[in-house]
């Protein structure tokens, strides 16, 4: 009898990705809204620690852990992760929108997965001392906003999202601080850009990384093109709107405009 993945068996127990697919294996098949997720998993690993029967409120109390950080980002990391196995989402994320996300978690069989690609290795550089020699040939700084290690702390990243593209190559790494990482977490790094429209060294920098990675054989899919595309507009119009009809020059973006 052939047998379906298991969201349990490819997480770590007791780990904040393990209790998301615990949630998952209880609904096998069944549309679940975000909000339902993401309270479950809170609660879940608050409690994760305590022990039963429960004592006292006090030693209940004592007991809870903090509420994890970032609930909706453990999820989008989730799915993102775990698509390919059958997690489906649908409807839009934002805060008007949470409401309308669902979630369905069908698995598929493991013998169709068996002929999948395996995905490319997340870590660039391979050793400490690479990542050490690439973050000295950066200065140091992120590539984007041009935060020290002294400010923030810096990470290595793909350029291209990695859960995306599937490329494991030195030619798509990027500096970027904590702050610029999760904002482009697995978007196009052009949402950066947009986050930081008032700062023109940032949309510099945004444009030269670009131009850098593409010249490097390293072109941006049809969606994010258009991501792209939408999001130079948005900068252009800013710029017009805002600071007294100067807009930035076509030269500016160079092939990034075609």
Same mark, same amino acid.
């Given at each position: 009898?052939?047998?379906?993945?298991?969201?349990?068996?490819?997480?770590?127990?007791?780990?904040?990705?393990?209790?998301?697919?615990?949630?998952?294996?209880?609904?096998?098949?069944?549309?679940?809204?975000?909000?339902?997720?993401?309270?479950?998993?809170?609660?879940?690993?608050?409690?994760?620690?305590?022990?039963?029967?429960?004592?006292?409120?006090?030693?209940?109390?004592?007991?809870?852990?903090?509420?994890?950080?970032?609930?909706?980002?453990?999820?989008?990391?989730?799915?993102?992760?775990?698509?390919?196995?059958?997690?489906?989402?649908?409807?839009?994320?934002?805060? +008007?929108?949470?409401?309308?996300? $669902?979630?369905? @978690?069908?698995?598929?069989? /493991?013998?169709?997965? &068996?002929?999948?690609?395996? #995905?490319?290795?997340?870590?660039?550089?391979?050793?400490?001392?690479?990542?050490?020699?690439?973050?000295?040939?950066?200065?140091?700084?992120?590539?984007?906003?041009?935060?020290?290690?002294?400010?923030?702390?810096?990470?290595?990243?793909?350029?291209?999202?990695?859960?995306?593209?599937?490329?494991?190559?030195?030619?798509?790494?990027?500096?970027?601080?904590?702050?610029?990482?999760?904002?482009?977490?697995?978007?196009?790094?052009?949402?950066?850009?947009?986050?930081? +429209?008032?700062?023109?060294?940032? $949309?510099?920098? @945004?444009?030269?990384?670009? /131009?850098?990675?593409? &010249?490097?054989?390293?072109? #941006?899919?049809?969606?994010?093109?258009?991501?792209?595309?939408?999001?130079?507009?948005?900068?252009?119009?800013?710029?017009?709107?805002?600071?007294?009809?100067?807009?930035?020059?076509?030269?500016?973006?160079?092939?990034?405009?075609?």
């Amino acid at each position: 009898m052939s047998e379906y993945i298991n969201l349990s068996d490819l997480t770590k127990r007791g780990t904040q990705l393990g209790l998301i697919a615990d949630i998952f294996q209880s609904n096998i098949g069944k549309t679940i809204t975000k909000r339902y997720i993401e309270k479950e998993y809170t609660f879940k690993y608050m409690h994760k620690n305590v022990t039963y029967p429960i004592v006292s409120e006090e030693e209940h109390r004592n007991q809870l852990l903090e509420a994890p950080g970032d609930v909706q980002r453990q999820l989008r990391t989730f799915h993102d992760k775990f698509k390919k196995y059958g997690l489906k989402q649908e409807g839009k994320t934002g805060k +008007k929108e949470d409401n309308n996300v $669902i979630y369905t @978690w069908t698995p598929k069989l /493991k013998t169709d997965m &068996e002929t999948k690609i395996q #995905p490319a290795a997340r870590n660039i550089f391979k050793t400490k001392k690479m990542v050490n020699d690439f973050m000295k040939s950066k200065k140091n700084k992120c590539e984007l906003c041009d935060a020290s290690n002294k400010d923030e702390r810096l990470a290595v990243d793909h350029w291209r999202a990695h859960s995306i593209y599937n490329v494991d190559d030195e030619k798509i790494a990027v500096l970027l601080c904590e702050t610029c990482n999760n904002i482009h977490h697995n978007y196009d790094a052009s949402k950066c850009m947009i986050n930081n +429209k008032d700062n023109i060294k940032y $949309i510099q920098n @945004w444009v030269k990384i670009e /131009k850098r990675v593409r &010249e490097c054989g390293f072109m #941006p899919n049809e969606h994010d093109k258009n991501t792209q595309k939408t999001n130079i507009q948005i900068i252009k119009d800013h710029y017009t709107n805002e600071f007294n009809n100067v807009s930035l020059s076509e030269n500016f973006w160079g092939i990034l405009n075609e």
